[in-house]
């Protein structure tokens, strides 16, 4: 893996070259995404693939899960707050940046949430020796760890942040922790693409507005062979994917179409790809279950 700017001319350069369909539409008939055309999207950047992905949860939120499935019981459920450490030979890309204790409190209205600080303040050494730092989504569980953190001046510059997430940032923040003012921004990496973007050897962004309207979701090829979906937000749990349910938290404003696009796709995937991992950020069972299998690596580096 190369150093941030020289890795980011590389992907503009293999855009560039390869003539490879990758500023497809949005259908008329709404959200799509193809594996194939991702798949030949992560060989664009040369060199070695990542050797493995770690998660660190640094927080948890209590719900009950008719909350984060709609159409579930309401039995105790656990949304755990975690980012993601795609680890190469040479470096590292975070996916996700956590959050503070401050910005986690907004997240518990009023009652009082599990925060573990010696985890956040090891996803803060993360960021900080990171090759880059991308976010599934401008929520501020994800993006605070750049944003309101002491090191912002020194995140900034290898923090890739998409035009409609900076939009989203300025002009209707989540909270007022994250909002940027618009010469901040000029700090980050912004940048847009219509479909894939080719981030590293081997990892490819996917445009999935709907959670949010800066949501992506980020593929990922290992050198072993083995293939991961982060997918953010677009399900709080699995069960939303296998079961194509969607959310049912009143305090969460979606594009409800595309989000069932994303969870129909998401689903076919699930039943036909053996070899791909699919992990949604909040899922707290199944990222135990990943860390078992041995699919997560379960601490930073």
């Known amino acids: 893996m190369h150093g941030a700017t020289t890795l980011l001319l590389a992907a503009m350069t293999a855009i560039a070259l390869s003539g490879y369909p990758l500023l497809a539409q949005r259908t008329a008939t709404g959200w799509t995404a193809?594996?194939?055309?991702?798949?030949?999207?992560?060989?664009?950047?040369?060199?070695?693939?990542?050797?493995?992905?770690?998660?660190v949860k640094f927080a948890e939120s209590r719900r009950t899960k008719n909350f984060s499935v709609k159409g579930a019981a309401p039995e105790p459920s656990v949304q755990a707050r975690t980012a993601y450490q795609v680890r190469y030979p040479d470096g590292s890309i975070m996916v996700d940046a956590?959050?503070?204790?401050?910005?986690?409190?907004?997240?518990?209205?009023?009652?009082?949430e599990p925060y573990d600080a010696t985890a956040a303040d090891g996803l803060q050494r993360a960021l900080t020796s990171a090759r880059l730092i991308v976010v599934t989504h401008e929520h501020g569980d994800h993006v605070a760890g750049v944003i309101h953190s002491?090191?912002?001046?020194?995140l900034a510059p290898k923090?890739?942040?998409?035009?409609?997430?900076?939009?989203?940032?300025?002009?209707?923040?989540?909270?007022?922790?994250?909002?940027l003012a618009e010469q901040t921004a000029g700090r980050y990496i912004v940048f847009d693409y219509e479909k894939y973007f080719p981030l590293a050897s081997g990892?490819?962004?996917?445009?999935?507005?709907?959670?949010?309207?800066?949501?992506?979701?980020?593929?990922?090829?290992?050198?072993?062979?083995?293939?991961?979906?982060?997918?953010?937000?677009?399900?709080?749990?699995?069960?939303?994917v296998r079961g194509m349910a969607g959310k049912d938290a009143p305090w969460i404003t979606e594009d409800r179409a595309a989000v069932m696009d994303q969870l129909k796709w998401?689903?076919?995937?699930?039943?036909?790809?053996?070899?791909?991992?699919?992990?949604?950020?909040?899922d707290d069972d199944a990222r135990r279950e990943l860390i078992q299998k041995g699919l997560l690596g379960e601490r930073l580096e």
């Open 34 to 55: 193809s594996l194939a055309e991702i798949r030949a999207t992560a060989t664009l950047i040369p060199g070695r693939h990542a050797l493995g992905i770690n998660v």
């Open 98 to 112: 956590g959050m503070d204790q401050q910005v986690h409190r907004f997240f518990g209205r009023g009652v009082e």
């Open 159 to 179: 923090t890739l942040l998409t035009r409609a997430q900076v939009h989203t940032l300025v002009n209707s923040p989540q909270m007022p922790e994250i909002r």
């Open 266 to 282: 998401l689903n076919s995937l699930s039943r036909t790809e053996s070899n791909l991992v699919i992990v949604a950020s909040h």
């Open 150 to 154: 002491p090191l912002a001046a020194e």
């Open 203 to 240: 990892v490819v962004l996917i445009k999935a507005a709907g959670h949010t309207p800066g949501s992506q979701m980020v593929y990922v090829a290992l050198e072993s062979g083995r293939e991961y979906l982060l997918i953010g937000d677009a399900a709080w749990h699995m069960d939303d």
